[in-house]
């Protein structure tokens, strides 16, 4: 009878292992350390992009620069057994840099007090599809939501205000007097620049509209949160059907401005759960590779400068040992502020692992973006982090990588940005390097201790 019950469950297992071969998702089990205990051939390859060495022996290591947060998501989840995350997004560096990142969904289940289980999934396809659906759903949103209280502006080839009429005064307060000035008179200052504006228009003109939230600037110099839609008006036909020229002072774009301060919460709510990182604030991976996306794009159609910066806090391991994980946290929050303190407003900030930072630049060049690391560099130094009742000082590592020529594309740009980080790292810390274009194994900038820009 015990040869019988053992032949079974010897058959059970065999079954087991054979679905978990077979399974059409990654599948790893691991223990509560994130120590890998077994794992089926999709997750191993789905994986492996993460293993710097060509090993997997840790989950939580593994997924550290896209999930930095996860192994302290698993340890927090109380219960004896359950779901402790459903189809988490993790936003990988991008083999093909013309489609964007590969993206995984990841969902954890806790088996029991030693063991977890990860479910993997390639949702790359899918999450290009959703990202074009939700282009779709904002641009049907502008047309049909509140569509009494709006203004309606023309603008002529240049983004210049062609007329005035009482919707403007009504949504702006602006007087006729606003004729001829840039859209730009509506952004609060640094909000945007005469290259963005111009992006735009030619976004309009390729896609047949653009659409972009954020704030707005009535005339007495108040704010509110406003939706802008910009689209081509058909160009206007002669007699012989061919389009003719328009001048600069004919209306070219047509620009519909809605306040939508009372939806703001719910809107930032929303973009805050899929978009932003829950400690810092800052972009999450998700945010940072659209951003980066786009940005790439329009450098392509403008042919201006991109630049990236990439950072990180030196012997941040070192601060968690001596302090605590959460005076570690008080010192990514820290470091957070000040990067917003330092950079523009349209500047995308982002946290993409654990105590790596990164910075997307649109229409700054090598000179200026070296400017700007050294001023976060310095404003790090000397203004120190706090918790509680201790003062932590710290400082960051700084690498910086423009895209040229010899960049194929955004994955490309972000390898030499993080060769040149560890090429600050060796250096010595605390410093900001740039690697020659050429041979990126050399400074060809650097700032830092005993260096001024």
């Known amino acids: 009878m015990s040869s019988v019950i053992n032949s079974t469950e010897s058959e059970e297992y065999e079954a087991l292992l054979q679905f978990l071969y077979m399974a059409p998702v990654g599948l790893v089990q691991i223990s509560s350390d994130g120590t890998i205990i077994m794992l089926n051939p999709l997750s191993a390859q789905l994986l492996m992009p993460l293993s710097q060495d060509g090993e997997l022996t840790n989950l939580f290591d593994a997924l550290a620069p896209v999930a930095p947060d996860l192994q302290l998501q698993c340890s927090q989840f109380a219960a004896s057994y359950g779901q402790i995350c459903d189809a988490t997004r993790l936003y990988l560096h991008a083999d093909d840099a013309a489609n964007g990142p590969q993206v995984l969904s990841l969902s954890m289940l806790k088996l029991d007090e030693e063991r977890l289980m990860a479910v993997l999934n390639d949702i790359t396809l899918q999450d290009r599809r959703e990202r074009q659906l939700r282009k779709t759903d904002a641009w049907l949103n502008a047309i049909m939501t509140n569509i009494a209280d709006y203004a309606l502006v023309s603008l002529d080839k240049q983004g210049r205000i062609e007329s005035w009429n009482e919707s403007i005064a009504r949504v702006t307060g602006h007087a006729p007097g606003v004729k001829g000035q840039p859209y730009a008179i509506f952004y609060p200052a640094g909000a945007t620049t005469q290259e963005q504006q111009m992006e735009r228009l030619r976004e309009a003109d390729e896609n047949g509209w653009t659409l972009h939230e954020g704030a707005r600037l009535r005339a007495d110099g108040h704010e509110f949160w406003g939706s802008s839609m910009i689209s081509p008006l058909p160009a206007r036909i002669e007699e012989n059907a061919e389009p003719c020229e328009l001048s600069d002072e004919e209306p070219a774009y047509c620009m519909i401005i809605r306040d939508i301060s009372d939806k ?9 759960a899929a978009y932003c990182d829950h400690l810092t604030g800052l972009s999450n991976r998700r945010a940072f590779f659209e951003a980066a996306d786009l940005e790439l794009l329009r450098r392509n159609n403008a ?20 302090y605590g994980h959460p005076a570690g946290d008080a010192v990514l929050c820290h470091l957070a502020a000040t990067m917003k303190s330092v950079c523009r407003q349209i500047d ?15 229409s700054v060049n090598l000179a200026d973006v070296m400017a700007v690391a050294e001023r976060l560099r310095k404003q790090v130094q000397l203004i120190p982090a706090m918790y509680e009742q201790h003062v932590i000082a710290y400082t960051i590592s700084i690498g910086v990588a423009v895209m040229d020529d010899s960049v194929s594309g955004f994955d490309a740009l972000m390898k030499r940005a993080d060769q040149a980080l560890y090429a600050a790292k060796r250096a010595g810390r605390n410093r900001v390097v740039c690697l020659d274009a050429e041979a990126a194994h050399f400074p060809a900038q650097q700032t830092g201790v005993g260096h001024e820009w």
Do not use: C, T, W, Y
């Not at 703001?264 to 805050?272: A, F, P, T, W």
């Not at 995308?348 to 649109?362: C, N, Q, T």
């Open 264 to 272: 703001r919460d719910v809107s930032e709510n929303l973009r805050k």
């Open 348 to 362: 995308i900030l982002a946290r993409i692992g654990g105590e790596e930072f990164a910075v997307i630049l649109p």
């Open 303 to 322: 042919l201006r400068p991109l630049s990236l910066i990439m950072l990180d806090a030196d012997h941040f391991k070192a601060i968690n040992d001596q």
